[in-house]
């Protein structure tokens, strides 16, 4: 596979030029947890594993796209500047491929991520969050950068509205971030208990329905929203929620319905793992998340 410039370009099948590619940073952050760490070991945890896993979707399609990694953002103990750090590098993966695709890091790294990508896509915009938590503090442990406050810090960027956001999966609240849901209904608030008696397709449906009309979607895995019987490696781990299954199923039709181009993963913690249960859950999210990007985009 050829170089380009500093960038390595990750395969382990066959990359066929489209004009159509993939960029992949890690952002190894953890400062803004709350009660467990380990996510800055994620990134390069998950590298390791991804050619562990063929670069072939559930259904057999093989993913030619290719993936071009433009490494980490490296170590700073200012913590602003990082950030401003790591919204320059993102604008750069995100001017240069069609679906950037990024490694927390705790979900704190999602407030710099999402500042680039709304510079990117002047707007609307949509997000999206699979996640456990809201993540609607203002403040939370005396900091405006929590991992509990990134929707909340990503509401203050110009082109993202109440009514293009959207939280599935949902199962522990702060009582402000629920007087903020109330002060703002039209944000999409669907819970795990939802998405069981639901059914995750008709949820999926739904968000894609209130994004319609978008520029560009910006999807935020938190792999707490995952029940952590599937992904035990994560610092704040709430019991009750979709399967890896479920998961996957939501991404396939938003990635189908909505203009998908940019996808985080956070809040994998590979000293809480077991056997790499979480780090190649998130390599399979990559993978189907590229897979459901190549089938849109080569139709």
């Known amino acids: 596979m050829q170089q380009l410039g500093q960038y390595r370009a990750l395969s382990n099948a066959p990359v066929e030029d489209h004009g159509i590619r993939v960029g992949l940073m890690g952002v190894p952050f953890d400062n803004g947890v709350s009660y467990q760490g380990g996510p800055r070991l994620a990134p390069q945890r998950i590298r390791s594993l991804m050619p562990r896993l ?10 030619v796209l290719p993936i071009f990694d433009y490494g980490d953002v490296g170590p700073d103990l200012d913590w602003a500047r990082y950030f401003s750090t790591v919204e320059e590098r993102a604008l750069t993966v995100l001017n240069e491929n069609q679906l950037a695709l990024f490694l927390g890091g705790d979900h704190s790294v999602g407030i710099p991520l999402f500042k680039a990508f709304a510079r ?20 939370y442990d005396g ?26 999966g949902l199962r522990s609240h702060m009582v402000d971030e629920l007087q903020y849901y109330a002060e703002h209904p039209e944000i999409g608030w669907h819970t795990a208990r ?3 008696r639901r059914g995750i397709e008709a949820v999926a449906r739904d968000v894609a329905a209130q994004l319609a009309g ?3 979607v ?19 781990p709430v019991h009750g929620g979709p399967s890896m299954r479920e998961c996957m199923e939501f991404m396939r ?6 203009p998908v181009r940019a996808m985080d993963i956070v809040e994998v913690s590979p000293p809480l793992d077991i056997s790499d249960v979480t780090s190649m859950a998130a390599v399979k999210l990559l993978y189907e998340g590229c897979g459901f990007f190549q089938e849109k985009s080569l139709r």
């Open 253 to 258: 039709i938003i990635y189908a319905e909505l």
């Open 218 to 236: 910006y999807l935020s895995i938190d792999v707490d929203g995952i029940d952590p019987s599937c992904t035990p490696g994560t610092g704040t």
């Open 143 to 168: 900091h405006p950068w929590s991992h509990a406050c990134t929707a909340r810090r990503n509401l203050e960027q110009a082109g993202l509205d109440h009514r293009h956001l959207a939280f599935v």
């Open 120 to 139: 990117r896509f002047p707007g609307p915009v949509g997000y999206i969050q699979f996640d456990a938590h809201p993540d609607l503090a203002d403040e």
């Open 194 to 196: 939802e998405v069981y």
């Open 54 to 63: 063929a670069r072939i979707s559930e259904e057999g399609v093989p993913l």
């Open 214 to 216: 978008v520029s560009a």
